[in-house]
């Protein structure tokens, strides 16, 4: 019994490493075939779904709040997202958005409320390290809690980046919004532009979100002049203004987005 047992010894040290060899073999075959992925600058205001030529496995979680102030009223809006990729290349998002307003008129009481629940996805269809360059569709369903309704939201992105460090990035696409109540459909159109520079070695980018919409009452342009910065690999702060210049938006605003890589 004592000899047939030490002479099991070897043959359980000799299963053991063989299954580490090949738990390690396998492992290291995944990571050398990880798909492309070129690193673009995301916009912070008009975040995307999830990182362009997404890999499987990655997840993110976003906390932002945007605030407008006038003689009559502030206006704070809030959002949380959720974003993952269930296989290479697509991501997935789940957005809440909360408003809340507080009157400055005596006697007027304030609102706080769900204004709209947000479902979508986006696939990179083309990544070349060689272009620098990464094309991606999507499409996003929003359901309007605050006038009962829903908006059907395809969209496409072109990003290229140039030098390693400058970035752009071009997000458009129709926004049909639809009101249950009324049965009355209208469509904009939205032309979301980005450029960027991105401190080398860090985690920072400084640049410009150009957001438009085109409707039938004429053009709506904001700028948003932004900063991001990298506090550790998986934390991140970005802070945008809110510059209207044209259309019937006028008032000021300021953004805040927090970004936690899970």
Known sequence: MTRNF???????????????????????????????????????????????????????????ADIKRTSLKDDFGYLMEYEFAPIDRLGLEVETDFAYAKSRIANVPSTNQLERLRLSSQYSFYVSKKKATTLAVGYTQIFNFVNGGTAFNPFFIAAKNWQRHWHTLIYTGPEIAYQYGTSKTAMNWQINTSFHYTVPNTDHFFGVEINQEISSEGIQTVLHPQIKLGLSKKLAIGMALGLPIGGAESRLSSFLRIIYQL
């Open 6 to 64: 030490q002479n099991t010894k070897p043959w359980k040290s000799i299963f053991l490493s063989c299954g580490l060899f090949f738990s390690c073999a396998l492992l290291a075959q995944e990571n050398r075939n990880l798909p492309d992925k070129v690193h673009h600058a995301e916009p912070l205001y008009n975040d995307l779904v999830r990182d362009l030529g997404a890999r499987k496995g990655e997840k993110e979680f976003n906390l932002g």
